[in-house]
T-cell receptor, first 116, second 111 residues
Framework: DAGVTQSPTHLIKTRGQQVTLRCSPISGHKSVSWYQQVLGQGPQFIFQYYEKEERGRGNFPDRFSARQFPNYSSELNVNALLLGDSALYLC???????????????FGPGTRLLVL | RKEVEQDPGPFNVPEGATVAFNCTYS??????FFWYRQDCRKEPKLLMS???SGNEDGRFTAQLNRASQYISLLIRDSKLSDSATYLCVVNDGTNAGKSTFGDGTTLTVKP
């Protein structure tokens, strides 16, 4: 079975532009979470979607938005890009609701976004 | 103060050494605990869950102290392939998809 896939792998944008990142979860997983990982730091939770509904949102501005499609794939959108948005954006899928917080998150390879 | 704090290291150890990583968390509502491993420029992967009674997986031992809100990871007989960043992860026990990660501890094992 394929793991979590993300596209594109790399992206270069300029300040003020908008970007859309895509994620396909592991087959059978209905939960998708998005994390931002800035160099030298751990992943920071942005959003979680389950059954097309937002289940959680981290401390990120409204420039960040996401959605989940009927096939459980997901998109993360970031508007009005800032230099500080440069990071690795990770998508993770899990079998939530499953083992009440103990379920494994499986991460995709990430999208590296550079904002110039 | 960060919700999950780890000693960033780096830890540079020779092959065969025993090394221990510590992690503290500030949210007393945290219920589920994990160690993830992240290789350079790769995605994080689950190393092991951490149970209240402590648990072992081969050369790796994880411990949890709820009273002190402290988690540890012990690696025995270090291998070159153990070189990576180790991320401490917690959540409130309802949903692993909303987890809080520490910034990681970097380990380099040298010949």
């Amino acid at each position: 079975d394929a793991g979590v896939t993300q596209s594109p792998t790399h992206l270069i944008k300029t300040r003020g532009q908008q970007v859309t990142l895509r994620c396909s979860p592991i087959s059978g997983h209905k939960s998708v979470s998005w994390y931002q990982q800035v160099l030298g730091q751990g992943p920071q939770f942005i959003f979680q979607y389950y059954e097309k509904e937002e289940r959680g949102r981290g401390n990120f501005p409204d420039r960040f938005s996401a959605r989940q499609f009927p096939n459980y794939s997901s998109e993360l959108n970031v508007n009005a890009l800032l230099l500080g948005d440069s990071a690795l954006y990770l998508c993770a899928s899990s079998s939530f609701p499953g083992a009440s917080g103990k379920e494994t998150q499986y991460f995709g390879p990430g999208t590296r976004l550079l904002v110039l | 103060r960060k919700e999950v704090e780890q000693d960033p290291g780096p830890f540079n150890v020779p092959e065969g050494a025993t090394v221990a990583f510590n992690c503290t968390y500030s949210n007393s509502a945290s219920q589920s605990f994990f160690w993830y491993r992240q290789d350079c420029r790769k995605e994080p992967k689950l190393l092991m869950s951490v149970y209240s009674s402590g648990n072992e997986d081969g050369r790796f031992t994880a411990q949890l102290n709820r009273a002190s809100q402290y988690i540890s990871l012990l690696i025995r007989d270090s291998k070159l392939s153990d070189s990576a960043t180790y991320l401490c992860v917690v959540n409130d026990g309802t949903n692993a998809g909303k987890s809080t990660f520490g910034d990681g501890t970097t380990l380099t094992v040298k010949p």
